[in-house]
């Protein structure tokens, strides 16, 4: 008979850790407080944590701080005057006196406690690094949550108290972000310097540092005066972060299976701080994601949609950016004496940055062609606005069009490198002239040119994303590649053109996402 063994896997779901209640009344100096007003009023006082009073006098009157505002914080007590000081005070005073100064102190120490708590929340935020989240997974705050990983690992091995210590920016320094069994005025000391801090430095090395008795081993540092103490690294797997403190109040060791314990419980520390930094990081993500699809939706909307109701006229343009913004924009409007203004731009920068420069270039054109009669002048103002308006960084390409509709005639000019052509049925012709850029000098000149539009040709105006998109042998498109496919079409409305440019630029490059591109037609129909 064969013996079979089965062997089961047990999954067990991991439990929250209780949260700590919060003491934000351990104020070290109270019970000089409490004794002083005793001594001057002659009535004791008490502080009682919790939200029911167990004090060992007979109470005449108490209030709890901050009734009704979340949870019980505590109470100060009145008992009854002489219950247990023999000296009565120089001057006795009555009771609503005393419960009146009562309530004053029990107001101070409110603010106090606030205090500490807020203190308590931006350690923690600082020690990951980012914004407060609103959370609705009942998890609590991150400090809340800092100081329950704290208290389990402490008391997992048998401790009685526990701190996370994490490094500046520039790894000079430690400063105490969270504590458990500590008072949180620890959190208002100043940072430890990272040199000389023995043990800290061995436990980022990756050693566990166990002291058994931590008070005659001063060489080693140990930032709080327990009997004995351990040390272990928080770190992230590629990140070192700080380190854990854990000390007792009895001279003990800690085993190695303690030791262990206390490293899982670094681990947690690290994984909790990583994950609310990747949070504030996601949400801070998720904001500028919303912001860039509204710029985005604001630039593809200040594009041209309607051409302009003219006899004998046709306008048409296309334009796609390799990022969500880009630098690349074609324009047109209609001017007085039955004219038109034409644009085509490209931004050197892309992104954002491009989007920009388009905008400032875009703007500036629409400003001046309502006054300027000769492209070469208008693209000089535009160039100098572009040059005065900005750090001297920005530059863009530039093709400025003022088209006499009633003679055909087109005034224009181009800085920078763009593809200008004519094309008709049968042939086309390249009227490209290559100037300095916009942006680079304020003492830039630009050459003008006059092209007289026949019925039935077509100015189209292209960008580099047109021109120099390879194809997978490495060869550009050019002026000619894309001409080739117009001219067999050189009939066809200006919207049937720019689809058709559109699709040449498809199948010739290997990849035309990589570059801003634009394309402007302007047609002379038949009449």
Known sequence: MVETRVEYLRVYSEQPSETPRPEPLAVESLPKVIAAFEQATGWPLEHVPGPKSNSRHSL???????????????????????????????????QPTAEHLAEALDALLQELSETELALRDREAELAAGVTPLPTDSGEGSLAERLEAVLKGGAEAVGAHAAALYLLDEITSELKLRSVWGLPRSRLRKPARPLAGALADLEAMLGHAVVLEDARIMQRWKVPEDFASAVCVPVSSPTTILGTLWIFSRDKRDFNER????????????????????????????????????????????????????????????????????????????????????????????????????????????????????????????????????????????????????????????????????????????????????????????????????????SLVVFSDGFREAIDRQGRPLGEAGLAEALVDHAGATAEQLVRIAQNRLATHAAAPEKMDRAVLVVKRTPT
């Open 258 to 457: 303690q030791t262990n314990v206390i490293e899982v419980t670094a681990g947690r520390l690290a994984a909790d701080l990583e994950r609310e930094t990747l949070l504030g990081q996601g949400a801070g993500g998720t904001y500028w994601r919303h912001q860039l699809a509204a710029a985005e939706r604001a630039q593809r909307g200040s594009l041209p949609t309607m051409a302009p109701l003219l006899d004998d006229w046709q306008t048409a343009g296309w334009v796609a950016q390799a990022d969500q913004l880009g630098g690349d924009f074609f324009d047109w409007f209609c001017l007085p004496e039955s004219r038109m203004a034409i644009a085509l731009g490209d931004a050197a920068a892309r992104g954002v940055e491009g989007a920009l420069s388009a905008g400032a270039v875009k703007a500036s054109f629409r400003s001046h062609a309502q006054y300027q009669r000769r492209a070469e002048q208008l693209l000089g103002q535009v160039n100098l606005t572009l040059w005065t308006g900005s750090s001297g960084d920005q530059s863009a390409n530039l093709f400025a069009g003022l088209v006499d509709t009633a003679s055909g005639e087109v005034h224009f000019g181009s800085a920078g490198q763009l593809g200008v052509m004519v094309v008709r049925p049968g042939g086309w012709e390249s009227l490209s002239q290559p100037s300095p850029a916009l942006g680079v000098s304020p003492e830039s000149q630009y050459q003008g040119q006059t092209y007289e539009l026949q019925p039935g040709e």
């Open 60 to 94: 005449t009157w108490s209030t709890p701080v901050s009734p009704g505002v979340g949870p019980t914080l505590g109470h100060l007590s009145l008992g009854r005057r002489g219950s247990t000081s023999d000296a009565p005070p120089a001057t006795p005073i009555d």
